[in-house]
């Protein structure tokens, strides 16, 4: 199983588990021979887990207009179908309709609840332009909280980035994704958000990528975020399992199906190159039990960067 992920020949992967380099589940393992399910279990060398053949992550920048839900009544075009894949996929936490930018799509249900359980506190930066100009009393309302009908929502960091007459940007760091939570927090101290535009989350940023564009991410970026996200409580997470945080049923429109195991040492299939991003999304899908209604979706090209200037008349 080493040699064929691509550690080496199978001598030297024999001598890799007779030394104490490898780890199963957390616990070495010297003895030839010793069976493991290599997607039921977790592997390690060198410290290093290998990646799961089954799993897969995406960088996508969303653009305006698509929704991170997999069931749409209304048939309006979803994250999913702008990244490739024929097994079920889902939007790591959520962006409203009308923001764009960072979201994150796999099929790793343990990856997902890292990223979006607020106890693993990993951090979403955001650009929010507004309509007028918060003053340093507001911006403190902002790290202190704002309530809402869920709960106290703040921000773990806030500063104003550039500002005009009549509108400004600010930059926010948040670590949960209450719904509409930066939308509902400014509305309540008098300022309409115009344009909402998420940059990074954890070490992950945009980078290059354009409105519509996506790229594989690969297994050290998804490590990354997987420590990055344990290092908040100091322990590892419950043993893993496939599909959504919290387990269940899989929702109307999800994709069902599987893969091949990948290329050595990259996570889950489909980069060609390592990193790069791919600008030609698949066509869109209506969602499941429902017949297409009228021609079907063309796919999405790349967009333009958004303008983020002065809005008319400032």
Same mark, same amino acid.
């Given at each position: 199983m080493l040699a064929a992920a691509g550690l080496g020949s199978r001598r030297s992967c024999e001598e890799l588990i007779t030394t104490g380099r490898v780890e199963v589940d957390r616990k070495v393992v010297t003895e030839l021979g010793t069976r493991v399910d290599r997607l039921r279990q977790e592997i390690r060398v060198d410290g290093e887990r290998l990646p799961d053949p089954r799993r897969v992550v995406y960088m996508l920048y969303k653009p305006v207009g698509v929704v991170t839900t997999n069931f749409d009544p209304s048939g309006r075009p979803r994250v999913v179908d702008l990244v490739p894949g024929d097994q079920r996929l889902f939007a790591i936490g959520r962006l409203d309709r009308m923001s764009e930018g960072l979201i994150l799509v796999t099929n790793d249900g343990e990856l997902a609840n890292l990223l979006a359980h607020p106890r693993y506190g990993v951090e979403k930066k955001y650009l929010v332009q507004v309509a007028g100009v918060p003053t340093p009393e507001t911006i403190e309302k902002l790290r202190k909280g704002i309530q809402l009908a869920e709960g106290t929502a703040r921000a773990q960091n806030v500063h104003l980035k550039s500002q005009h007459k009549l509108s400004a940007v600010l930059e926010m760091v948040l670590d949960e994704g209450k719904n509409r939570e930066i939308r509902r927090m400014l509305a309540q101290l008098g300022h309409k958000v115009h344009q909402l535009k998420r940059v990074g989350v954890g070490k992950?940023?945009? &980078?290059?990528?354009? %409105? $519509?564009?996506? *790229?594989?991410?690969?297994?050290?970026?998804?490590?990354?975020?997987?420590?990055?996200?344990?290092?908040?409580?100091?322990?590892?997470?419950?043993?893993?399992?496939?599909?959504?945080?919290?387990?269940?049923?899989?929702?109307?429109?999800?994709?069902? &199906?599987?893969?091949? %195991? $990948?290329?050595? *040492?990259?996570?889950?299939?489909?980069?060609?190159?390592e990193g790069a991003p791919s600008g030609r999304p698949p066509a869109g899908r209506p969602p499941a039990g429902r017949p297409p209604a009228g021609p079907p979706r063309r796919p999405r090209k790349p967009g333009k960067a958004s303008a983020w200037r002065k809005q008319r008349g400032k």
């Open positions: 992950m940023t945009l &980078g290059g990528l354009l %409105p $519509g564009q996506h *790229r594989q991410l690969t297994w050290s970026e998804v490590e990354a975020l997987r420590k990055d996200a344990i290092s908040h409580v100091g322990s590892q997470p419950a043993p893993r399992g496939q599909g959504r945080p919290g387990g269940g049923r899989p929702r109307p429109g999800d994709r069902q &199906g599987s893969r091949r %195991p $990948g290329p050595p *040492r990259a996570f889950g299939r489909g980069a060609a190159r």
